[in-house]
C-alpha cells in the first residue's frame, strides 16, 4: 500500500519561523550556547508568552485534555519506547509531571505551553507535535482542498473533517489574538531578511536549483522539499525543462540534503517516473497499535495480527510487543512512458535533515538501486502514513502523531535506524565533494 495522496511535511516546518528550533536529527547546538544569537521561531515566541486566554478553560477541563490525550497516545501512538531509547523521552514521566503543572496553570496560553512541553522532544519521534494556529490552519485548509480533488478517498474525507471540526477552527482562531504579535515578530524579522536580498539572491531561494557543473558531462539539481501534487507545477515545468537540457549527460546529482520532506508524489511523479523504462518497486511493513483514533482513520481490514509477523534478523522486539497488528507495504513507481528522460549516471545527496518523504526517497532510490546514495545517515521516518489527528474536546487544540512504525525489510526501525548511504562524506567534506570524488575515481 502507498503512502497517502497528501503527506504533510512536517518535518520541513521545523525549519521554518513558524515552529520549532530542532530538525529530525535532533540537532540543537544552536541552543546550545545562551549567548548565541538565534533567529526567532515562532514555537520560542509562543512559549515565552507570559499571559493571554481566549476560551478560559477551568483546571478541570485542561485536565481532561490532558488525560484524553496520554490515554489516546498509549492506545495509538507506536513510538514510546523509540523515544526513550532515542531522546531519554519518557512519555509517561512526562505526563505526571504536566499534570502537576497543569494544576496550578491559570491562563490557557500556560496550558498551551505545557502541553507543548508534555510532548515535544525537539525533533518529532513519530510526527509527534501540537498545532499551533498557523500550522492548523494551514493543514486545515490542505486537507480541505485534497479532499476536494480525491472526493472517494475515504481517509481524506475523515482527515479533512477531522481539522476542519467546529470547535478547533474557532477555538484557534480566537487564539490567534494572543500568539498574533509573536507570529508578527517572526514574520517581521524574514521579511526583513528578504527585502534585504539581491534579485540573485531571491533566484537561489528557488526550492528548485539548477546548475551545470561540467558541461556535457555532469549536472546538478537541488530540491529544498518536496511539494504536493497541486502545488508543484513550476517545479515540474522547471525540472522537465533542465532534464531536456542534460538528458545526454553522464551524472546528474540531485541534492536532497536540506530537504525535509513533503509529498511523496513529488518523488514519485517528478524525480523517478520520468527517469525509468520500466516498473520500480519497494517493500516494507508498518506495525500499528489497535486503538480507537487509528480505527476511525485506517482501513483495518489492511492489517494482519502481530503475532503473525515475520522473523526478521533486526527487529526491535520491544517495539513489536507494544503493536497488535502489521501490514505489507509495497511502493510501486510506474514509468511515464516514452523513455527515460535522463540516461545518465543518478545520485543522491543525502543528510540527517532527510526525513519523512525526503527519507522515503532516499529508502526507495538505495533499495531498488534507483539512485547511488551519497553523504551521511539520513534523518529517517521514510515509512507509513499521513500523521493522523488528536482532538482535544475543551480547547480543541490538535496534537498530530504518526500512526505507523515503519519497518525496512531487514526488521530494523525506518524511524531509528534511518538510510546509510552507500558512499558515506569523510569528516568536514560536503556530500556533493564526496560525490564528485567518487565520480572522478569510477
Known sequence: MKKSICILCISSLLCSPFTA???????????????????????REIRALQKGDWIHLTT????????????????????????????DADLDQKYRKARGEIRTSNTDISFYQQLDEFINTNDQIGHLLLH???????????????????????RMQKLAAAYNNPKSLENYKKMRQVTDPAYDKVMDYYASLESAQTDEQESVAANVQTRIIKEGSIAYIKIDRFLSGNEYGED???????????????????????????????FNDLIASPNIDSALTCNAYGLIKGGENNRIFLDMDQYRPVSEFPDLPRTNQED???????????????????????????????SDTVFSSSEYAAM??????????????????????????????????????????????????????????????ADGETALNACLRAIAEQ
Not at 499551533?132 to 476536494?148: G, I, K, L, M, Q
Not at 507494544?322 to 540516461?343: C, E, N, R, W
Open 132 to 154: 499551533n494556529p498557523y500550522w492548523f490552519e494551514e493543514t486545515a485548509d490542505s486537507y480541505r482542498r485534497v479532499a476536494a480533488d480525491y472526493p472517494d478517498s475515504d
Open 60 to 87: 478541570e477541563q485542561k485536565l481532561e485534555d490532558l488525560d484524553l490525550l496520554y490515554q489516546t497516545l498509549k492506545e495509538n501512538y507506536p513510538y514510546f519506547h523509540t523515544l526513550k531509547r532515542m531522546r
Open 320 to 350: 513489536l510487543s507494544d503493536t497488535d497488528f502489521f501490514h505489507d507495504i509495497q511502493y510501486t513507481v510506474d514509468p511515464a512512458g516514452g523513455g527515460k528522460m535522463l540516461s545518465g549516471k543518478l545520485w543522491m545527496l543525502v
Open 364 to 425: 526507495f532510490s538505495k533499495a531498488t538501486g534507483f539512485m547511488t546514495l551519497v553523504g551521511t545517515q539520513t534523518g529517517g521516518e521514510g515509512i507509513g502514513s499521513d500523521p493522523l489527528p488528536i482532538i482535544l474536546p475543551n480547547s480543541g487544540l490538535i496534537v498530530q502523531y504518526a500512526p505507523v512504525y515503519g519497518v525496512m525489510p531487514d526488521g530494523s526501525g525506518s524511524q531509528e535506524c534511518k538510510t546509510a548511504p552507500d558512499i558515506r562524506s
Open 236 to 266: 515540474k515545468k522547471q525540472l522537465f525543462d533542465f532534464y531536456h537540457k542534460v538528458r545526454g549527460y553522464d551524472h546528474i546529482i540531485f541534492d536532497l540534503t536540506d530537504n525535509g520532506g513533503g509529498s511523496m508524489d513529488y
Open 21 to 43: 528550533f530542532a530538525g529530525p536529527s535532533g540537532n540543537t547546538q544552536a541552543s546550545a550556547s545562551e549567548t548565541e544569537y538565534q533567529p526567532p521561531s515562532l514555537r
